[in-house]
């Protein structure tokens, strides 16, 4: 079956460090991925999307690798702030639906 | 442009009764899906309406339905209602099916 597999401790960092969240998948064969934010009580918010054939993407603070050899995407906040604390959600197309992860919770301590 | 708006974004209900929750997409989308979100399951896929179609559907019983309208509005219905219904009701809008999503706020259903 088709499995999205995402760190389900929390990640506690301190302020300016870099946080690394982690998403491995099985069973799917994926065009691109996506990254999502979600705080406490609202709906997730799109964050990046990367393609298969991308090997990194960058958005300001934010950088995404895919690696569809091991089936894997990692996500970096680089200079994390407080405000960065919230629950990271990876999603895959499965054809007809679009599968979540259950996400990562991140805790940015000052 | 408004976003994805959501209503009610709270419910309260008792076993047995149903309820229609509706959604509102971005201007111009034509894509609507729909999630539900639990702390057990996470996020998981209701189904998609394109172009007042459904498209796909999850795996969910019969009892969970939906509809979009002309104007790409769209509402779900949830009947004959159980304790584990309760969760977090997200509706989200794309321009097409592949794209990013952009979610409303959420209704919180709560079944007694």
């Known amino acids: 079956s088709q499995k999205i597999e995402q760190n389900s401790e929390a990640l506690n960092i301190q302020e300016g460090k870099t946080a690394t969240l982690t998403c491995n998948y099985t069973n799917y064969s994926p065009a691109y991925l996506q990254w999502y934010r979600q705080d406490p009580g609202r709906g997730p918010v799109f964050l990046l999307l990367?393609?298969?054939?991308?090997k990194e993407k960058r958005k300001e603070r934010l950088k995404v690798t895919f690696d569809t050899t091991l089936k894997q995407s990692l996500f970096h906040i680089t200079a994390s702030q407080p405000a960065d604390s919230a629950t990271y959600l990876c999603?895959?197309?499965?054809?007809?639906?679009?599968?979540f992860g259950k996400g990562t919770s991140l805790l940015v301590t000052p | 442009k408004a976003g994805v708006t959501q209503t009610p974004r709270y419910l309260i209900k008792t076993r047995g009764q149903q309820v229609t929750l509706s959604c509102s997409p971005i201007s111009g989308h034509r894509s609507v899906s729909w999630y539900q979100q639990t702390p057990g399951q996470g996020l998981q896929f209701l189904f998609e309406y394109f172009s007042e179609t459904q498209r796909n559907k999850g795996n969910f019983p019969g009892r969970f339905s939906g509809r979009q309208f002309s104007n790409s509005r769209s509402e779900m219905n949830v009947s004959t209602l159980e304790l584990g219904d309760s969760a977090l009701y997200l509706c989200?809008?794309?321009?097409?099916?592949?794209?990013?999503?952009?979610f409303g706020p959420g209704t919180r259903l709560t079944v007694l």
């Open positions: 990367i393609r298969e054939n991308e």
């Open positions: 989200a809008s794309s321009p097409l099916q592949y794209n990013e999503q952009f």
């Open positions: 999603a895959l197309w499965s054809g007809y639906a679009l599968n």
